[in-house]
C-alpha cells in the first residue's frame, strides 16, 4: 500500500483546506485509512479514521465539529476536510493505512509523506 498526502498550505485562521490522500496497492485489504498530525516539539496525534470496509468514523475530540474524514472508493482517496482552522492547527498532517483490524488510533503500517498546514492568525 502506498499513500500520498497532499492539499496543504498556508490558510488564515477560520479559514478551511481539504487534505487528500491518494492510496494505491492492496488498499481495499486494509481495515481502516486514518489522518494523524505532528506539530514542532509535539508527539504525533491521531485525528480520524475511516474503516475501509463498514465505513465506520472515528474522530479525535479535538477536532469533532470541524474535521470531516471522508472516503471514495472509486478513486480510492480519502479526504480530510478542515473547517475553522486555528493557528494551534498548524502540523505536518499524515495519512496512514492499518491493515489489521485492532484500535484505529495506532498500530498503522503504512505511511505517507506528510503535507504541511500553516494556520496565519
Known amino acids: 500500500v502506498q499513500l500520498q498526502a497532499s492539499g496543504g498550505g498556508l490558510v488564515q485562521a477560520g479559514g478551511s483546506l481539504r487534505l487528500a490522500c491518494a492510496a494505491s496497492?492492496?488498499?481495499?485489504?486494509?481495515?481502516?485509512v486514518g489522518w494523524f498530525r505532528q506539530a514542532p516539539g509535539k508527539e504525533r496525534e491521531f485525528l480520524a479514521a475511516?474503516?475501509?470496509?463498514?465505513?465506520?468514523?472515528y474522530y479525535a475530540d479535538s477536532v469533532k465539529g470541524r474535521f470531516t474524514i471522508s472516503r471514495d472508493n472509486t478513486k480510492n482517496m480519502v479526504y480530510l476536510q478542515m473547517n475553522n482552522l486555528a493557528p494551534e492547527d498548524t502540523a505536518a498532517y499524515y495519512c496512514?493505512?492499518?491493515?489489521?483490524?485492532?484500535?484505529?488510533?495506532?498500530?498503522?503500517?503504512?505511511w505517507g509523506q506528510g503535507t504541511l498546514v500553516t494556520v496565519s492568525s
Open positions: 475511516v474503516t475501509w470496509s463498514s465505513v465506520s468514523i
Open positions: 496497492g492492496r488498499i481495499f485489504s486494509s481495515y481502516a
Open positions: 496512514a493505512a492499518r491493515s489489521t483490524p485492532g484500535s484505529v488510533r495506532n498500530g498503522y503500517d503504512y
